[in-house]
């Protein structure tokens, strides 16, 4: 297993590249399997999560070329050879139930296997089945698997229990293909939501309302090929924010801009940072010690989850006291044990946490445990003072591209260990 090693304290300064948002990539090639015709792909980012679900797709009978260089690919699904989407990899990427609506809605018949249990929680998928359900699936949960038929899918009214994500995407992709008009109420608003919709819609969809938390489509009969340039990931900016604030420095998020990120924004400035929105990104700038923030994550528009773990780098350094409230996801302080190592004051009851800003933390050995916790992590290490190592790093290389590479020429030092 890979590993980082880090050595701290450092200072950043430079201009990064923001590449494509991996919450908007994965649905977006799924969305492919809505149509015969090509879909090309721009701003594709370089993950690991990109090319399990590639494999994936590529299992189903999907053609897709890869040109990694010019960061785009090419998707083609005219024929399929099967409609399963297996055990072995959906277990490794839970976005890979996102397969399940454009299946079910082009090909009438999906098998997909239960994502289960993850690090960060339960994470069940009844709203996703709930949904489709309603426009007229057959489904049963058999052996670990969803096996869902229908003779065709017809539009609903749906009203989802909880804000789902990739529960939205899975049931605007199906009604893309419905008979006659789907409403999802309570529906994500999510930007990566909006991206999706931007494609679909050049694929001869009829969507309105993304964004909002009432969407409606029209199902048409057929969509077809189209191009689409995927938005910047607003979780990799913060994140690349997060470690200016925690380490201090000026950096340019090049690719990057307010709208998608403005609660991390607001937050990075509540933290004693300048911000400025320039023509093609945003500058971060830092001096200083930062000041602690308390925050509660909640559904976009407010604070993502996705950033929980990277703020509790910036609060473990910062000056004061702050409370952090994880309302998404059952079991997302994973990282506060680790941190501990690297002597962050952190205490936590239940879904809150407490923590009190240290003068400096000192390098330790580390586990990384899930994606984010791992972006937290690494964010620690460069603050700290000497040297840690962080073990499980694939984690990060499931939603980071090239992160090490990135730190380092921003003058940090992060060696890629390979066993
Ligand atoms: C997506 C993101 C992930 C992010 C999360 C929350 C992708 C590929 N992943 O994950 O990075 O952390 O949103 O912003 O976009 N829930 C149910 N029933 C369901 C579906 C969800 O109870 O059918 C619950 C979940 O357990 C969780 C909450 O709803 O507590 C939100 O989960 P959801 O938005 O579905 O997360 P994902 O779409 O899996």
């Known amino acids: 297993m890979e590993k980082f090693k880090v050595w701290g304290p450092s200072r950043l300064i430079g201009e990064v590249p923001i590449s494509g948002a991996k919450n908007a990539a994965l649905p977006i090639f799924c969305a492919s399997l809505l149509t015969s015709e090509p879909v090309k792909i721009f701003n594709v980012p370089d993950l690991k999560d990109v090319s399990t679900m590639f494999a994936l797709l590529r299992k189903l009978g ?21 409609t ?157 924010s997060c470690a200016v604030a925690a380490c201090g420095g000026d950096v340019f998020l090049n690719g990057a801009s307010r709208e998608p990120m403005k609660i ?12 400025s929105e320039e023509k093609s990104g945003i500058r971060i700038k830092f001096f200083g010690r930062p000041s602690s923030v308390s925050f509660q994550t909640s559904p976009f528009p407010g604070f993502a989850t996705d950033m929980q773990a990277q703020f509790m780098a910036v609060n473990s350094v910062a000056q004061g006291t702050a409370i952090i409230k994880e309302s998404i996801f059952e079991n997302r302080f994973m ?45 620690s290490a460069m603050a700290a003072q000497g040297d840690s190592v962080i073990d499980r790093i694939y984690h990060l290389d499931r939603g980071y591209e090239k992160m090490d590479v990135k730190l380092n020429a921003l003058g940090a030092s992060v060696e890629r260990i390979k066993n």
Do not use: W
């Not at 999907?62 to 099967?82: G, P, Q, T, Y």
């Not at 008009?181 to 309570?186: A, C, F, G, L, S």
């Open 335 to 379: 990282h506060v044990q680790e941190m501990l190592r690297l002597g962050a004051k952190i205490s936590v009851k239940g879904n809150t946490s407490m923590v009190t800003g240290v003068d400096s933390l000192r390098g330790a050995k580390v586990m990384a445990t899930d994606l984010r916790a791992s972006a937290g992590l690494v964010i």
């Open 62 to 82: 999907v053609e897709i070329e890869v040109d990694k260089r010019n960061k785009f690919c090419e998707i083609e699904a005219k024929a399929l050879s099967s």
């Open 264 to 275: 991390i924004l607001e937050k990075l400035r509540e933290c004693g940072g300048e911000i």
């Open 84 to 240: 399963e989407a297996s055990y072995d990899l959906v277990k490794t990427m839970r976005a890979s139930i996102l397969v399940l609506g454009p299946l079910l809605a082009k090909h009438r018949e999906a098998k997909v296997s239960l994502p289960g249990g993850c690090a960060i929680g339960q994470r069940p998928v009844d709203q996703h089945i709930k949904g489709l359900r309603l426009m007229g699936a057959e489904i049963i949960i058999e052996n670990g698997y969803i096996k869902a038929k229908t003779k065709k899918l017809v539009g609903a009214k749906i009203t989802s229990d909880v804000v789902t994500v990739t529960g939205t995407e899975n049931l605007m992709m199906a009604a893309c293909l419905a008979e006659g008009k789907t409403v999802i109420e309570n529906a994500a608003q999510e930007p990566e939501i909006v991206d999706l919709a931007n494609l679909l819609r050049s694929m001869g969809a009829n969507i309105s309302g993304d964004g909002t938390k009432k969407i409606e489509i029209i199902g048409q009969q057929t969509l077809k090929g189209a191009s689409h340039k995927i938005i910047f990931d607003r979780i990799e900016a913060g994140t690349f």
